[in-house]
C-alpha cells in the first residue's frame, strides 16, 4: 500500500504505484516523488498530506487521483516546491453545509499544479481550492466549486487565496452557481497559451518517446529539462529565469501546419544511477509573442523494466 510505502522511504526515492485502490498517507520533511504506472488508475482514499520541506527538498505527485474525500489533499508549511502533475483531487458530501475545501494550501512558497482537476464535491457546495499565505502556479488546471443542493443556495468557490500569490497559465477557474470562482489576493495572468505535454511521465532509462507541443504554425518551439521542480514564469513585471547551470537539453525545431509538433525524448541516467526527477520547461518563440514559456512537465526516469 502506499502508505507503507511512504513511511519506508528514504530522502529522494522514486515510488511507483500500481493500478488499484489505496490508504492516504502523510509525510513530512521528506523529498519525495509517487508517480502512477502509465495507464494506471490510482486512487487515494481520506486526507493525503505533504508538508514540512526544507530549502531543496521537493515533493512530486504524478497520475493520481485524490479522493473523493471531504479534505483529500492537505498541503502545509514548506519552503521546498510541492508539484501536483496529472492529477485529480476530488471533493466528497460533507453534510448539510457542504463547507469543505478538496484542496488546502497553507504557509508554501511553491505549490505547481498542471494538466490537473481540483474540484469540490459535486452536490453540497464544496470549495475546491483555499490557499493561505502560499504562492501557487497552476498550468493547464480546472479548479472547480461543488454544485448547490437543497440546504446550500450557493456552490462552492473555485479557489480562495488569502494572502497568498497566484500566477496561473491556460486555466478554468470556476465556482459553483451563485458564487465567484476567484476570491480575493493578488494574481496575473500567464501568457497566450501554449500546448505542451510528455507522451509518458515515466520513462525508462535511454527508451525513446516523445513530447508534444501545440502552437502557431512556424513558431519555434522546444523544451529545457531541468534538475529541480521549483514553478518558473515570465509575465509582465515579473521574471523567474530558467537557470543555465541546471540545464540538461534544449531541442528546438518549428512547428508544422496542423499546429502539432512531435519531438523525440530520450534521457540516459549515469553508470549507477536508478532514478532521476526533471523538470521540462516548454519555451515557444514567433514573431508576434516573442519568448513565451509554456506549460511544465514532469520527466521521471527510472533504470528499470516498466
Known sequence: ???????????GDVILVKEGFNF?????????TLVAENGAYVAINNTTSVGGLALGQEVLLAGLQLGPASLPLQLGGSEGPIWLHDCRVLGN??????TADAAQVSDCVDVLFSDSRVEGEFFGGGNACLVERSDLHPWSTILRGGMPNQAIADGGVGLRLEDGFLFASDCEIQGGPGTDGFLAGP????????GYRLAKTLLRSGAASESVFE?????LAGFAALGDLSPSYFSDGLASAISLNALKFVPVDAIPADGFLDMPISVQLPPGVVSH?????????????????????????????L
Open 1 to 11: 500500500m502506499v502508505h507503507e510505502a511512504v513511511a519506508a522511504a528514504q530522502g
Open 24 to 32: 492516504s498517507f502523510a509525510t513530512s520533511g521528506k523529498q519525495l
Open 93 to 98: 458530501p460533507t453534510g448539510a453545509f457542504g
Open 187 to 194: 494574481s496575473c495572468e500567464g501568457p497566450n497559451p501554449r
Open 215 to 219: 502552437g502557431p504554425t512556424g513558431e
Open 277 to 305: 526527477v526533471f523538470r521540462t520547461e516548454s519555451v515557444f518563440f514567433g514573431p508576434t509573442d516573442g519568448l513565451l514559456l509554456g506549460p511544465p512537465a514532469p520527466a521521471i526516469v527510472i533504470d528499470s523494466p
